[in-house]
């Protein structure tokens, strides 16, 4: 019924096509942030991220649906780690890379993952078989399809897929008002604490500064862009984002970019960039030179729940893991994650292994539940 098409850029689906399929979702599967990636050699070939994008057309040469997916030579950057699967089978003598893997790179945002024309019959089941038959066609160890919606994981569930979960910790706005009225839902205790921290953040003298579309020059991405790299060296050596990516961000979708920064008298020293569509704000990179009291938390936590409040947004999402959020007002969400492995015995071993972890991830949910700081 569909034909399938397989593109090594993206730029080969039109980005009008691209996100007439995207519908409404968050601004990290849009054409415009998978095609940055691309033209500022943040992924391909080189990086190990090498992209083979999917595109599916009706007879009529209509794209009925497209696949944001990459042929990787390693497991970085994923955010949800494989690596003692990969080390399994190479010990027995399996060759794991190359993978097939369906997500945002870098971006551990939670969002459709098979994007389907809201007028078509293209269901999940069927895009799941094409990535089946092209791992098979091509001999892969498995297919990886990482931070994808519940649905597309129950369906690929009942399709034979492996389902994994995960845990992160969102913040979700109850109609407040202000940051004072978030803080008088919460306890006493907590609401003392944060203040605490809010008060010594401030106490310090920076200058803080919301930044969104044209207000944000070349000059705060250059200094962003050192504070990248420095907590890219100190958290896991190497920077996946080239200089260039923010650029083409800020030339293609600056609209739905807020960086919120601090300023020492004029001296840029802190930085945290998040993304936005019409309910949520998407933290995801935050760097920083020197040290000062509670900085990490005024910028991530707390001026992105100021920005949420102020321009109406639902939901703010803080990146992954982060058991510190609970106590400063974000509560544990599930997170999704479906993967197909070829070879029988690596699937049962794995499978095993995911039935104790959602086990784990479910005891962990009702415990981090439990410490919610809200009345």
Not at 42 to 59: C, I, N, Q, Y
């Given at each position: 019924?569909?034909?399938?098409?397989?593109?090594?850029?993206?730029?080969?689906?039109?980005?009008?096509?691209?996100?007439?399929?995207?519908?409404?979702?968050?601004?990290?599967?849009?054409?415009?942030?998978?095609?940055?990636?691309?033209?500022?050699?943040?992924?391909?070939?080189?990086?190990?991220?090498?992209?083979?994008?999917?595109?599916?057309?009706s007879?009529?040469?209509?794209?009925?649906?497209?696949?944001?997916?990459?042929?990787?030579?390693?497991?970085?950057?994923?955010?949800?780690?494989?690596?003692?699967?990969?080390?399994?089978?190479?010990?027995?003598?399996?060759?794991?890379?190359?993978?097939?893997?369906?997500?945002?790179?870098?971006?551990?945002i939670?969002?459709?993952?098979?994007?389907?024309?809201?007028?078509s019959?293209?269901?999940?089941?069927?895009?799941?078989?094409?990535?089946?038959?092209?791992?098979?066609?091509?001999?892969?160890?498995s297919?990886?399809?990482?931070?994808?919606?519940?649905?597309?994981?129950?369906?690929?569930?009942?399709?034979?897929?492996?389902?994994?979960?995960?845990?992160?910790?969102?913040?979700?706005?109850?109609?407040?008002k202000?940051?004072?009225?978030?803080?008088?839902?919460?306890?006493?205790s907590?609401?003392?604490?944060?203040?605490?921290?809010?008060r010594?953040?401030?106490?310090?003298?920076?200058?803080?500064?919301t930044?969104?579309?044209?207000?944000?020059?070349?000059?705060?991405?250059?200094?962003?862009?050192?504070?990248?790299?420095?907590?890219?060296?100190?958290?896991?050596?190497?920077?996946?984002?080239?200089?260039?990516?923010?650029?083409?961000?800020?030339?293609?979708?600056?609209?739905?970019?807020?960086?919120?920064?601090?300023?020492d008298?004029?001296?840029?020293?802190?930085?945290?960039?998040?993304?936005?569509?019409?309910?949520?704000?998407?933290?995801?990179?935050?760097?920083?030179?020197?040290?000062?009291?509670?900085?990490?938390?005024?910028?991530?936590?707390?001026?992105?729940?100021?920005?949420?409040?102020?321009?109406?947004?639902?939901?703010?999402?803080?990146?992954?893991?982060?058991?510190?959020?609970?106590?400063?007002?974000?509560?544990?969400?599930?997170?999704?994650?479906?993967?197909?492995?070829?070879?029988h015995?690596?699937?049962?071993?794995?499978d095993?292994?995911?039935?104790?972890?959602?086990k784990?991830i479910?005891?962990?949910?009702?415990?981090?539940?439990?410490?919610?700081?809200?009345?």
């Amino acid at each position: 019924m569909f034909s399938l098409k397989q593109h090594d850029r993206i730029t080969d689906i039109s980005a009008i096509h691209w996100d007439a399929c995207t519908g409404d979702a968050n601004p990290f599967i849009r054409h415009a942030f998978l095609s940055a990636l691309e033209a500022s050699g943040s992924v391909g070939l080189e990086t190990g991220w090498a992209p083979h994008h999917l595109s599916f057309h009706s007879k009529e040469g209509r794209v009925e649906g497209v696949v944001p997916l990459y042929i990787k030579s390693h497991s970085y950057g994923e955010y949800v780690f494989d690596h003692g699967w990969a080390e399994a089978f190479e010990s027995v003598g399996g060759s794991y890379y190359p993978k097939l893997q369906v997500c945002v790179p870098f971006s551990p945002i939670q969002g459709p993952r098979f994007l389907r024309h809201p007028q078509s019959s293209l269901s999940i089941k069927d895009m799941g078989e094409a990535l089946q038959k092209i791992m098979v066609k091509n001999q892969m160890s498995s297919t990886h399809i990482t931070f994808c919606t519940q649905e597309e994981w129950e369906q690929l569930g009942q399709s034979g897929w492996l389902q994994r979960t995960g845990i992160q910790f969102h913040w979700h706005n109850d109609g407040y008002k202000n940051f004072d009225g978030f803080l008088g839902n919460l306890t006493s205790s907590h609401r003392k604490s944060i203040r605490r921290e809010r008060r010594d953040a401030n106490a310090a003298g920076l200058i803080f500064h919301t930044l969104c579309g044209d207000e944000i020059k070349v000059h705060h991405w250059d200094a962003f862009y050192r504070f990248y790299l420095n907590t890219s060296d100190r958290k896991w050596g190497e920077a996946y984002l080239t200089r260039e990516f923010f650029s083409h961000l800020s030339e293609t979708i600056g609209d739905k970019i807020v960086l919120i920064m601090a300023f020492d008298d004029t001296t840029p020293i802190a930085g945290a960039l998040n993304l936005r569509d019409d309910d949520t704000l998407y933290g995801r990179n935050w760097g920083c030179i020197g040290k000062w009291p509670f900085l990490h938390f005024e910028l991530c936590y707390y001026r992105a729940i100021d920005f949420a409040i102020e321009h109406g947004l639902k939901h703010v999402e803080a990146g992954a893991q982060g058991e510190h959020k609970i106590q400063r007002g974000y509560l544990p969400q599930l997170t999704y994650s479906a993967h197909l492995l070829a070879h029988h015995g690596l699937t049962k071993a794995v499978d095993r292994f995911l039935d104790e972890e959602r086990k784990i991830i479910d005891a962990n949910m009702r415990h981090f539940s439990s410490f919610s700081p809200l009345r």
